[in-house]
Structure formats: structure tokens, C-alpha cells
């Protein structure tokens, strides 16, 4: 069972910038896809971005290209979601989560999640 934390949530003006962390526990971080997802009241479980094992590869929800980066440590079993140009539409819970799979986008692959953080962006 991987443990996940989330940090670096809160409230933010539109425009600003915001960097997420994930801290992951156990040996075998290297061994997984990491997400980012997000979900808004009433609304989906929504893909935001994930990495590869490796780090050498993400993947970003059309919304959020161009204005979010995600990126790994894994000497620090840890992962991250950096957010620029930040709009009221990205406030939502956020969650990171790990996929042994592959489809990173879609949420039923990942079997681990963290308990999230909120992102609040103000107009």
C-alpha cells in the first residue's frame, strides 16, 4: 500500500502562480506513472497531468497546456504539479495519484491516492 500527501494548496489571485507536492512512501516510487486529477463541487474526477517513471515524459489536459508543469524527484519519492496564469475555473480538490498501467488519463488505472489539497483562485 504506497501512502500519498499532498501540500501546497490554498488561495491564490488569478494570475498567480501555485506549486503543488506529493510525498510518496515505500521504495518503488521509480516504479509508477504519477497524476495529478482534480475535482470541482459537483463536477467529475477530472485528469490535470501525469509523468512517467522516468520523468521524461508528461502528459497535460488541454485546460491546463502551457500553464501547468509536472515533474519528479524520485530520490525524494516525491512529485509535482508547478501552476502558472492560474483562473478561477482551475479551483478544485487535488489529488495526486499512482498508475502501474498505462491509459494515464484515466483515473480507474490508478490505485493510490492521496487525500488532496484545495486550490482556491480568486476573480
Aim: charged content about 15%.
Amino acid at each position: 500500500q504506497v501512502q500519498l500527501v499532498e501540500s501546497g494548496g490554498g488561495l491564490v489571485q488569478a494570475g498567480g502562480s501555485l506549486r503543488l507536492s506529493c510525498a510518496a512512501s515505500g521504495r518503488t516510487f521509480s516504479t509508477y506513472t504519477m497524476g495529478w486529477f482534480r475535482q470541482a463541487p459537483g463536477k467529475e474526477r477530472e485528469f490535470v497531468a501525469a509523468v512517467s517513471r522516468s520523468g521524461s515524459t508528461a502528459w497535460y489536459a488541454d485546460s491546463v497546456k502551457g500553464r501547468f508543469t509536472i515533474s519528479r524527484d524520485n530520490a525524494k519519492n516525491t512529485v509535482y504539479l508547478q501552476m502558472s496564469s492560474l483562473k478561477p475555473e482551475d479551483t478544485a480538490l487535488y489529488y495526486c495519484a499512482s498508475n502501474s498501467g498505462s491509459a494515464v488519463t484515466d483515473p480507474r488505472r490508478y490505485a493510490n491516492w492521496g487525500q488532496g489539497t484545495q486550490v482556491t483562485v480568486s476573480s
